[in-house]
């Protein structure tokens, strides 16, 4: 039987409810389609560090490398200052094994109530590859005070390493800045990505967002990348839109997108824009990539500390990741096995969370999908 190695991070506030729904499912239907999933669990998370003053060290990652991929559940504690788990351990985990897609479908299910007036399934059904290791998440910047200054600035990537050796001269005013890097070599593996899915897909358009019309150095950059990619792809049909006018889009015509490629950050913000149309974040599942590594699933939301261990928290994002994360390993009739439990569970609308405007438990979800999985296949 084919065994695969998983890594698990349960993390902080619901991620450990969450993810052993999530656990529960792949375990479900991998007994049915006769394969075995080995879980392999790592403590990263807040209370690991509060304990032991550790994030994510290069051997902890070495460690949970020896796997095929890695589940996640969701990080971030009120007790941490805000951004030192998300960089520590998510961010250093994305960029360690150069997850570089952020995939993050937007599909909105049969039963699910969308905020958008006269928009339903047929409307709300598109994937945005997020560009995930570049942009302005590098991380490198600094607050300057009036004087001179020289500061040394690094991004260590396995594509490349760059240095940027300032001399700062400013004569009043403290400043701060943050600098985005996009490279040719980043760039043009994202974009080939997003136009191989969008072919897979039998999707005929592909829409680009940057906003090269005030961001011109690195975003003209990236245009330029998407028209050299897209000579490849005739059969697939590209256009641009500026990252302000693709939120008022998504609002507006939802219907028009089918795969969508961003840069980093603006793929974080109209990701969440993305998920409230297919239903909440609750709904929201996503992918870290890296097609020739190790790749990590998880839920788009965050660890919401307020309904931990309360047993409440909606657990279909972190199934519905475990699906893409099935897939990943190449297991795609068990994915979808998944992705039609959800969506019948939602259809028929007996079992819903709190956020959903049920009353069902985390489990009684978990439970309730792992139920549907065996009614329809087993
Ligand atoms: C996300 C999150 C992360 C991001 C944070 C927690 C670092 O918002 O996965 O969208 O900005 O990528
Ligand atoms: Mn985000």
Known sequence: MTSYDVAVIKGDGIGPEIIDEGVKVINAVSELNGFDVNWVEFP????????NNVLMPEEDLREIGKN???YLGALGDPRCEPGVLEKGILLKTRFYFDQYVNLRPVKLLEGVECPLKNKGPKDIDFVVVRENTEDFYVGIGNRVSPGKTRQELEVLRSLYN?????????????????????S????????????????????????????????????????????????DYSDVTHEYNFVDAIT?????????????????MFGDIITD????????????????????GVSMFEPIHGSAPKYKGQNRANPLATIWAGALLVEELGEEESAEKIISAIG???????????????????????????????????
């Not at 829409?207 to 961001?215: I, Q, R, T, Y």
């Not at 909440?280 to 020739?292: M, S, T, V, Y």
């Not at 609308?349 to 329809?376: C, F, H, P, W, Y």
């Open 248 to 264: 008022m889009w998504f609002v507006k015509n939802p219907e028009w997108y089918q795969t969508v490629v961003t840069p980093n």
């Open 184 to 231: 040719r070599e980043g760039s043009e593996r994202v974009i080939r990505y997003a136009f191989e899915l969008a072919r897979k897909q039998g999707h005929e358009r592909l829409c680009a967002v940057d906003k090269a019309n005030v961001l011109s150095h690195v975003y003209n950059f990236w245009r330029q990348i998407v028209e050299e990619v897209s000579t």
């Open 162 to 182: 760059i240095k940027f050796g300032l001399d700062i001269e400013c004569d009043k005013s403290e400043v701060a800045y943050q600098i985005g890097v996009l």
């Open 344 to 378: 019948s569970v939602l259809a028929e609308g007996n079992v819903r969370s709190k956020d959903l405007g049920g009353s069902a438990s985390t489990s009684q979800m978990g439970a309730a999908v792992v139920a549907k999985i065996k009614e329809l296949h087993g």
């Open 273 to 292: 824009l993305g998920a409230m149309i297919q239903g909440g974040l609750g709904l929201a599942p996503g992918g870290n990539i890296n097609p020739e």
């Open 68 to 70: 095929q991929a890695i």
């Open 44 to 51: 990263h998370g807040a209370d690991h560090y509060l304990e």
